[in-house]
Nanobody, 124 residues
Framework: QVQLVESGGGSVQAGGSLRLSCAAS????????MGWFRQAPGKGREGVAA???????SYAASVKGRFTISQDTAKGTLDLQMKSLQPEDTAMYYC??????????????????WGQGTQVSVSS
């Protein structure tokens, strides 16, 4: 059973940085997509960054150039480095995994596993 546990959320001022981390256990997919989604209050969940088993990366237009997704397959971790944070980046951030490595615009298309989420709050 796959378990995803996020950490690293918090509160920062606009222009600041945060690094999120997701620890994955029970992960046996040979080919996969892993990614970060976010959901702001009153809005739907959106993909912001994704990486597949070939280390191909993709970003949503709203975060491209500011966020960087990376993985350490030996440690079983997925990170999201976020820079130049803005109030509109405020959301609950979720780690996600899919056994199908299909990605579009920073989104894993066939997510089957979710973490519990970590809150990111950016003040102006």
């Amino acid at each position: 059973q796959v378990q995803l546990v996020e950490s690293g959320g918090g509160s920062v001022q606009a222009g600041g940085s945060l690094r999120l981390s997701c620890a994955a256990s029970g992960f046996t997919y040979g080919r996969y997509c892993m990614g970060w989604f976010r959901q702001a209050p009153g809005k739907g969940r959106e993909g912001v960054a994704a990486i597949d088993s070939a280390s191909y990366t993709s970003y949503a237009a709203s975060v491209k150039g500011r966020f960087t997704i990376s993985q350490d397959t030996a440690k079983g971790t997925l990170d999201l480095q976020m820079k130049s944070l803005q109030p509109e980046d405020t959301a609950m951030y979720y780690c996600a995994a899919a056994s199908i490595p299909a990605i579009r615009s920073g989104t894993c298309l066939h997510v089957s596993e979710w973490g519990q989420g970590t809150q990111v709050s950016v003040s102006s």
